[in-house]
């Protein structure tokens, strides 16, 4: 199949206040039909990215095209094209799923015969039907998030802008809305463009993933490409001390290492077949007379790929986000 670009952004810049620097002069494409991922850590410019594509927020610098459409000149034209789920929730807690949903296709101009099948058919996909006439506030943070991808869709955008799709939710709801997202894909043919700070999302759903920090792209690729700039295995080696250490010597004896780098006080090595190198390495360092503390084996994955780039984890727990927040706020105005 030709590969044909939806979404085209060169150099987009956006400066908060002249003199936050949240997305830093950032370009990429996204492909129709693929769900292409953002992936960075808290205030990496995820949002403010997505924002700036929905026509939300105006760009400082640069440019975008969406499904032919140029930001700025074309907003409303955009408009109609694309769907969001924004990563703070917008459904109405005191009227019934159905009833934001009407609420949201009259916004888009829907007729209500239309939006009626349209609804039906969504929350069936997403296993909705029998909460639509409940209301919102008895919902789950699964439900919720299952209603807001059925109000993103309901005008039956080209486009679907999800922000951190399954923020706060458990594994197991998580799991789900992925099914659901790839479905919404499958069946009605959206092209995706979604962000995360879950690596295992972004691997698992993304047909590509930027990977972004501090308001820059640092790489950009499918998971197997990001994967493959670790150049294989990775050991973490734990020694008493670290000045007794000697990369050269290393290397000289052990064919198979492709890099050595220090790393909080660790050392890092990256080789093909972790599982064989990894005695031959302890028997070098015991020959001499160095004390291995801990020793990890790592597959090559998207959080050892950012950790290799940026030498910081993502924090992926969030003890108090957003969205509950929100719930809790909400709570206590009502008492
Ligand atoms: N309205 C605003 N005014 C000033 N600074 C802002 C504003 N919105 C965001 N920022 C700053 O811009 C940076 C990027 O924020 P943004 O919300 O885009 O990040 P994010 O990647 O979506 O983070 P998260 O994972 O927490 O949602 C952060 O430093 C943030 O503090
Ligand atoms: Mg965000």
Request: glycine letters at 8%; one cysteine or more; a neutral charge.
């Amino acid at each position: 199949m030709k590969i044909k670009t939806i979404i085209k952004v060169d150099g987009l810049t956006k400066i908060y206040n002249g003199e936050v620097v949240a997305v830093d002069n950032i370009s990429f494409e996204v492909y129709e039909g693929e769900i292409f991922g953002f992936l960075g850590p808290n205030g990496a410019g995820k949002t403010t990215t997505i924002n700036m594509l929905n026509t939300l927020i105006k760009p400082t610098k640069g440019y975008a095209e969406i499904a032919g459409y140029k930001l700025g000149r074309d907003n409303d034209k955009i408009r109609k094209i694309i769907g969001l789920v924004p990563q703070e929730l917008t459904a109405d807690d005191e009227l019934t799923g159905m009833e934001n949903i009407m609420l949201q296709a009259s916004l888009y101009g829907v007729n209500k015969k239309t939006a009626k099948e349209r609804a039906e058919e969504l929350l069936g996909m997403v296993e909705l039907s029998d909460a639509a006439h409940r209301l919102v506030k008895t919902y789950s943070g699964g439900m919720r998030r299952r209603l807001e991808l059925v109000m993103g869709l309901i005008h039956r955008p080209k486009i679907l802008f999800l922000d951190e799709p399954t923020l706060g939710l458990d594994v197991q709801t998580r799991a789900k809305i992925w099914e659901y997202i790839k479905m919404l894909r499958d069946e009605f043919g959206v092209t995706i463009f979604m962000t995360t700070h879950y690596m295992e999302e972004a691997d698992k759903l993304c047909d590509r993933i930027g990977i972004i920090d501090k308001g820059k792209i640092i790489a950009l690729g499918t998971p197997t490409e990001l994967k493959n700039i670790l150049k294989g295995d990775i050991i973490v080696i734990e020694i008493d001390n670290v000045d007794n250490f000697n990369e050269e010597i290393l290397t000289k004896e052990i064919s198979n290492i492709s890099e050595i780098r220090r790393i909080d006080g660790k050392i890092s090595i990256t080789t093909e077949k972790g599982e064989n190198t990894l005695p031959r390495i302890i028997n070098h360092l015991t020959k001499y007379g160095i004390k291995v503390l801990s020793v990890e084996l790592l597959k090559p994955s998207l959080e050892q790929v950012f950790l290799y780039l940026t030498g910081r984890k993502i924090r992926e727990e969030e003890p108090m986000d957003s969205i509950r927040m929100r719930a809790i706020m909400r709570r206590r105005r009502r008492v």
